[in-house]
């Protein structure tokens, strides 16, 4: 596809499950974002891969999320024993790298634990 | 810390060009300035970056000022699917790829 593609498009959990959620990049780059953003607030950074080097977690807001993109393409973004203040948008972005390439966004994973 | 300062809300007339502030007084001299914009329920789409030129688009028109402390960012004829949420950003870390993403600026468009 042309743009980046997340999935599911919604996802409803129980809490206390795992959940993972899946950013397929545009083909050929090289820098991979995800972000979330809470109901009526801003994108809050969570994790960030650029090619082979180590990723960048310093976003992520506690040891129950984790991701792993591999092969430099796909992702997944993995929220262990999920609970309530998870509900949110997950957004992934990727870009070709260096500081004067956009971004180009998803349309997000709404997750809902219930 | 979002490095930038945003009006939370603004009202433009349909037709009329919409001019959107946004401060970044900190900004380094190798970090670029990116708007993206948000309607709702959608993923943020891209409108324009600069460094320290003025640049423009088919979408916008970017003015940095000279001391790159500002930017504004001008839509020439603003329609009522101009409504949304403009993020004004400064693109910040060591190798310079996060991109920090702040309250932004909810703009309304009138008919």
């Known amino acids: 596809g042309a743009g980046v593609s997340q999935s599911p498009s919604n996802k409803v959990t129980e809490k206390g499950k795992d959940v993972e959620l899946r950013c397929d990049p545009i083909?050929?780059?090289?820098?991979l974002y995800w972000y979330r953003q809470s109901l009526g607030q801003g994108l809050e950074f969570l994790i960030y891969?650029?090619?082979?080097?180590?990723?960048?977690k310093s976003g992520l807001p506690s040891d129950r999320f984790s991701a792993e993109r591999t092969g430099g393409s796909v992702s997944t973004l993995t929220i262990q024993r999920t609970q309530q203040e998870d509900s949110a948008v997950y957004l992934c972005a990727s870009t070709k790298g260096g500081m004067n390439t956009e971004a180009f966004f998803g349309q997000g994973t709404r997750l809902t634990v219930v | 810390d979002a490095k930038t300062t945003q009006p939370t809300s603004m009202d433009c007339a349909e037709g009329r060009a919409a001019n959107l502030p946004c401060n970044h007084s900190t900004i380094s001299g190798n970090e670029y300035v990116y708007w993206y914009r948000q309607i709702h329920s959608q993923g943020p789409q891209y409108i324009i970056h600069g460094l320290k030129n003025n640049e423009t688009n088919e979408m916008a028109s970017l003015i940095i000022t000279e001391d790159r402390k500002s930017s504004t960012l001008i839509l020439p004829h603003a329609t009522l699917r101009d409504t949304a949420v403009y993020y004004c950003?400064?693109?910040?870390?060591?190798?310079?790829?996060?991109?920090?993403f702040g309250t932004g600026t909810s703009l309304t468009v009138i008919p």
């Open positions: 891969f650029q090619g082979n080097s180590a990723p960048d």
């Open positions: 083909s050929g780059h090289t820098a």
């Open positions: 950003i400064v693109r910040v870390g060591n190798t310079g790829n996060q991109f920090y």
